[in-house]
């Protein structure tokens, strides 16, 4: 048989698919081989021996040796398949399929890789805007979510449900299926912050709790902001708290009659951390339309002490200058004047400790702003004398002609003033970014350039040296960062001894119209003084480092009316500004809508701009060069684009050359701009 084996009485062979190997042709193995195996018949070149009867009765030391002086590298031992060895169909089929499916194997592994690089990128842009128990509803086949949500997933759908309302966010959710909680469920997990008004005890609670974990003894100590803001007058039902609501609040109240008519104030109350970036609500309270100073102190006086026995430390509290606030600064002796000054009454739940007192500095500015609407400002001799300045008189109509030559084609030199700016509607003098822009540095240099180039009177430079006194002395007061916060070192000292004259300043300051001592004045040095204290019993006395005065500001209760009053409503109703209020605090949600009166107390915004390196804005062409720009000879100038070009190109002249001492030699000189 063709591929039998040649042992006696064995029929194996390569078509049953068994391995045979050939006789060696050698003919002393090969006779080695037939004696060993009993071969009785004669054997020929087509004779086999399959491989059951080599491995069993071919004794391997010696027929092994033979077989490698025959067939070189052949081993007994070896994984290599030996050449007297042939494969059989079978085995060819096998290793056929067997090479398809590694292929197949390798195709898919490939497929599995692209696949799972693709499930993690995509993971990974959920995880941008979507919480890991978003995700796994998403990745569930349920319509339901089965697990309780997180704090962080509440949060979120607190903050859209304030953004966006009920219709619209059952839409997004049920509609649209974006993961987010039900609104039963929004309602079960507020359950237990009920907000009504008054102080919040157990939110006070969590509070210290919270801060006492942290390490640094300085987040302990806060400031105690408080506003107020008009509100619909109504009695309602509400289901939440299972009362009425939309009385005078009792401690607040002038006499008992009053507290049973509606209210229509409310005074809110947030604590600021001077140091660590936390603020929270703590309480709010119902009002008419005044209420008495010692009734507030003493509303105020429980919230103190409520908040010191959690360790929290209330070391000023900050208001603006109402009737009622001003009021509470006589109950604790706070005043404000030419001749005294005092800042700061004994802590209430500490005689050790100082409660300083202030008036919120923005709200400090827009009265300036208003009040150089109505009348010039008089310097006294001295100032005008050591600052060497024109005239004594700070007037606003220097602005209105600076602006008005803007309107009428003249050079922008301060860009997004218009006349309407200088004639402010009512609620225009609420918003403080207008104040900032005729109080500022840009319009006080603009001032001074056009004085400068006669495009304005030279009285102009007084107006133009109180308008740079006042942005200097803002950006000071509402500091939020280390490098111009009020500390010990030698830059903090300059910063303090600017302060301490601008009180001086403002002292002697006297109006047009009559030299009574003005609001503006007592608020400026009310809240100059408060920081410059503040900084001795904080900062030289060991415990702190520095003072931000950002933080001495009333913004936090601001921007948390201008969210209330984002929702549509400008005097929203007792029900509906509990409600809000509970959203805003609970979700902390942080947005301030852009036509707010203030801007933004938290964290300030880093401003990312996409740039190019400086490697790639400079050629690495050495021998390439720019052409000529020729100039018409008929080319008229006027003194301001003369000036204008002039700071250009140099500005030009001196980036380019920056680095090459040979460039700036060459093009650059520190003669004045006479010259």
Not at 665 to 670: F, G
């Amino acid at each position: 048989i063709m591929g039998g084996c040649s042992f006696p009485n064995c029929h194996n062979s390569s078509e049953k698919g068994f391995k045979v190997m050939r006789f060696p042709r050698c003919i002393d193995i090969r006779n080695k081989w037939v004696t060993a195996c009993k071969i009785l018949k004669p054997i020929n070149e087509n004779s086999r021996l399959c491989e059951g009867h080599f491995r069993l009765e071919i004794s391997p030391n010696e027929n092994i040796q033979d077989c490698e002086e025959v067939f070189p590298g052949t081993s007994y031992h070896s994984n290599q398949p030996s050449d007297n060895f042939e494969k059989s169909p079978r085995e060819l089929l096998l290793e056929q399929q067997i090479n398809e499916l590694l292929k197949e194997n390798t195709a898919l592994k490939k497929k599995v890789s692209h696949m799972a690089e693709k499930s993690t990128t995509l993971d990974t842009n959920l995880k941008k805007f979507l919480n890991p128990d978003q995700l796994l509803f998403l990745k569930s086949n349920a319509s339901t979510n089965s697990k309780p949500w997180s704090e962080e997933t509440i949060k979120k759908g607190l903050r859209i449900r304030l953004l966006m309302g009920t219709k619209a966010y059952k839409s997004l959710r049920d509609i649209e299926g974006f993961p987010l909680p039900a609104f039963s469920t929004l309602y079960s997990r507020l359950s237990g912050f009920n907000f009504a008004p008054g102080t919040f005890h157990s939110i006070i609670e969590w509070l210290g709790m919270k801060i006492r974990q942290q390490q640094d003894e300085t987040a302990h100590y806060c400031v105690l902001a408080l506003d107020e803001m008009s509100i619909h007058p109504a009695v309602e039902y509400d289901r939440g708290l299972g009362n009425f609501i939309g009385l005078v609040t009792p401690e607040l109240a002038r006499d008992s009659n009053e507290a049973d008519t509606m209210a229509s104030h409310a005074i809110a109350f947030v604590a600021r951390g001077l140091t660590s970036h936390w603020k929270q609500l703590v309480g709010y309270a119902l009002t008419g339309k005044s209420v008495t100073s010692k009734c507030l102190w003493n509303y105020v006086q429980e919230i103190i002490r409520e908040l010191y026995q959690q360790d929290i430390i209330v070391k000023c509290i900050s208001t603006d200058e109402g009737p009622t606030n001003v009021g509470m600064w006589t109950l604790n002796s706070i005043t404000s004047s030419r001749y005294l000054i005092n800042s700061s009454s004994q802590h209430p739940s500490n005689p050790d400790e100082l409660l300083h007192w202030t008036s919120d500095v923005p709200h400090v500015l827009k009265r300036i702003w208003s009040q150089l609407l109505k009348t010039k400002f008089i310097l006294s001799g001295p100032i005008v004398q050591a600052n060497n300045l024109p005239s004594s008189e700070v007037d606003i109509a220097h602005v209105r002609q600076l602006v008005e030559s803007q309107s009428l084609g003249g050079p922008v030199l301060v860009t997004g003033v218009t006349a309407a700016i200088l004639d402010p509607s009512q609620f225009d003098k609420m918003h403080v970014g207008l104040a900032k822009k005729i109080l500022s540095e840009e319009m006080g240099r603009a001032l001074m350039f056009s004085a400068q180039t006669g495009y304005l009177p030279q009285e102009a430079m007084t107006t133009s040296w109180f308008i740079l006194l006042c942005s200097q002395w803002y950006d000071l007061m509402v500091c939020r960062h280390k490098s111009h916060s009020l500390g010990s070192d030698e830059s903090s000292l300059e910063r303090v001894e600017f302060l301490q004259s601008f009180i001086e300043s403002i002292k002697d300051l006297q109006f047009t119209t009559n030299n009574k001592w003005k609001p503006i004045q007592r608020g400026i040095i009310l809240v100059t003084t408060t920081a410059l204290n503040l900084r001795k019993d904080l900062v030289l006395s060991g415990k702190f480092q520095y003072l931000l005065t950002g933080c001495l500001t009333s913004s936090s209760v601001e921007n948390l009316f201008s969210q209330i009053r984002a929702g549509g409503d400008i005097h929203p109703k007792p029900r509906q500004l509990r409600y809000r209020m509970r959203l805003v605090a609970v979700a902390q949600y942080l947005r301030v809508p852009s036509s707010a009166s203030y801007e933004d107390d938290d964290e300030p915004y880093y401003l990312e701009f996409l740039k190019q390196k400086k490697d790639e804005l400079r050629t690495t062409d050495d021998e390439k060069t720019l052409d000529a720009i020729e100039m018409p000879n008929s080319c008229v100038l006027s003194a301001i684009q003369e000036y204008g070009l002039y700071y250009l190109s140099g500005w030009a002249v001196f980036v380019s050359a920056n680095g090459c001492e040979a460039c700036e030699t060459a093009t650059i000189s520190l003669e004045p701009l006479s010259n």
